[in-house]
């Protein structure tokens, strides 16, 4: 019987398995000797990833066809090193307006993406429904960004933020028993925190009055979308949780639905998966007939097969996560070009191997599920995953031990920030938007005739500025009577 620590099901040994990938070619095929430390420089070929350069331009501002689902990553790597080419997680999903209305999602928000949303022109309007899989820093650390600023921009209008409730762990150290560890919490929590934030953007306005508030019924909803603390519930600033029962999968029908618009025609369920503490969640979007699948970080299980296979239907669009081998990223992320020896290595093997075995799927595990699923989905996107031309043509060999037929680029692809996936019922287009790294922040996209007067403002209702400054020490503009100092125009 095959070791299962050194042999994969197509019998190849670990060693094969790294020879394969190109991984450590050099160290094997020298003489096999470990403990090399070999620092990857700027411009290691193994550091680059060339598939991105081979997908066709996606050009910024395209709109959405009517029959589009449209599927952009603006953050795509694990923590807890984000790289200069891929933020923590997030994925933005827009759908055309073939049922009516058009609809956009963001499903996670972890840190560093708000820089590649603003790089894609993605209007914060657009950004006010967050559906967050599990409430680990790398999924929802820019909120606080998303949260603060749409205000000032142009979602004058609540954030609504989908997640999980409780996780009901008990806490092995007595006191509470069990932690506030969702959603709820969390908003009121972090609602709590942005109090000085909040109150110094009020000179602005952060409303506007023709705006409608959905209900329950309206969206379809779990519960009743109810602001968190003591905000107006049509206001920006108002931050309200929408509590979803992470343990539900839709046994009794509709238990698991966390959105069902009837005016977009989307909806979206969502399904308990297997991620280092209970509470994680992943989210099925449904919409005109195309579907797709964002997992979250989960280890292998069965829900995800079950909600894939879809009552035999298949889904359009699986985005699940994938970890690297711990033996891959312990050389990774010491630097070796070979596995290591000796104390840190092994302390970073031990590491490495713990946090797979809480949290994620391992590459041949993302194969095996590819494998359950009949029929296939149309594409499988591995995310969660740092991309180089190694590292992906080792997760690649992997899959292919368990689903020989799947290729990259047609069946399967791996993401990466500000890659855009466009899908319709004929076909899924893969491309890449090349950014500005100098791009500024794009220009409100809904201006309302009817905002409403501001929290601090002048006796007729204008914007005040000054309403919460001790200017007594303040060096006034020539104009306003300082003498000769600057222009009040800021020439
Ligand atoms: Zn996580
Ligand atoms: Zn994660």
Redesign the pocket.
């Known amino acids: 019987m095959k070791n299962p620590q050194q042999a994969n099901p197509a019998g190849l040994a670990r060693r094969d398995m790294l020879k394969l990938s190109g991984l450590t070619l050099g160290g094997l095929a020298a003489n096999g000797a470990m403990g090399a430390r070999v620092r990857a420089a700027a411009g290691d070929p193994t550091q680059q990833y060339s598939y991105f350069d081979s997908l066709d331009e996606f050009v910024l501002g395209t709109p959405l066809e009517p029959d589009e689902m449209r599927i952009t990553f603006l953050g795509s790597t694990i923590p807890p090193t984000a790289r200069r080419v891929q933020q923590m997680m997030s994925v933005f999903v827009e759908v055309g307006n073939a049922k009516g209305k058009s609809d956009s999602f963001v499903f996670d928000c972890g840190a560093g993406v708000v820089a590649n949303y603003g790089a894609m022109g993605i209007p914060f309007s657009k950004m006010d429904k967050v559906f967050i899989?599990?409430l680990?820093g790398?999924?929802m650390s820019d909120l606080t960004h998303i949260y603060c600023f749409g205000p000032s921009q142009d979602r004058k209008s609540p954030l609504y933020v989908f997640s999980h409730g409780n996780s009901t762990v008990a806490n092995p150290t007595g006191s509470p028993q069990a932690y506030d560890d969702g959603v709820v919490a969390y908003c009121e929590n972090l609602r709590k925190a942005m109090r000085w934030h909040t109150e110094s953007f009020s000179f602005l306005s952060t409303g506007y009055q023709s705006y409608v508030r959905p209900t329950k019924e309206s969206w379809g909803l779990p519960v009743d979308p109810v602001p968190v603390g003591d905000d107006n519930a049509s206001d920006g600033y108002a931050m309200i949780p929408i509590e979803l029962d992470w343990t539900k999968r839709g046994d009794v029908e509709g238990d698991n639905v966390a959105y069902n618009n009837p005016e977009t025609g989307v909806k979206v369920t969502h399904f308990p998966v297997i991620?280092?503490r209970k509470g994680?969640i992943g989210f099925k979007l449904e919409w005109n007939g195309l579907s797709m699948i964002y997992t979250?970080?989960t280890k292998p299980e069965t829900n995800f097969i079950n909600q894939a296979i879809n009552g035999g239907k298949g889904i359009d669009v699986m985005v699940h996560e994938m970890i690297v081998p711990a033996e891959v990223w312990a050389m990774k992320t010491l630097g070796l070009s070979e596995p290591g020896s000796g104390s840190v290595w092994e302390a970073a093997l031990r590491t490495a191997t713990s946090v797979q075995n809480s949290?994620h799927t391992p590459q041949g595990a993302f194969g095996y599920l590819l494998s359950q699923i009949s029929p296939r989905p149309r594409l499988a996107v591995a995310t969660h995953f740092p991309v180089a031309d190694d590292t992906v043509a080792s997760a690649l060999a992997s899959v292919q031990t368990h689903c020989p037929d799947m290729q990259q680029g047609k069946d399967i692809t791996w993401s990466f920030d500000r890659m855009v996936i466009r899908v319709n019922a004929t076909e899924i287009k893969q491309l890449r938007a090349n950014v500005s790294d100098f791009t500024y922040c794009p220009a409100p996209s809904s201006v309302h005739a009817d905002i409403s007067t501001p929290k601090y403002c002048t006796a007729d209702g204008q914007s005040d500025p000054y309403a919460q400054l001790d200017r007594s020490t303040e060096i006034l503009s020539t104009e306003e009577g300082g003498q000769e100092t600057y222009r009040k125009d800021g020439y």
């Open positions: 899989t599990h680990h790398d999924h991620h280092c994680s979250g970080d949290s």
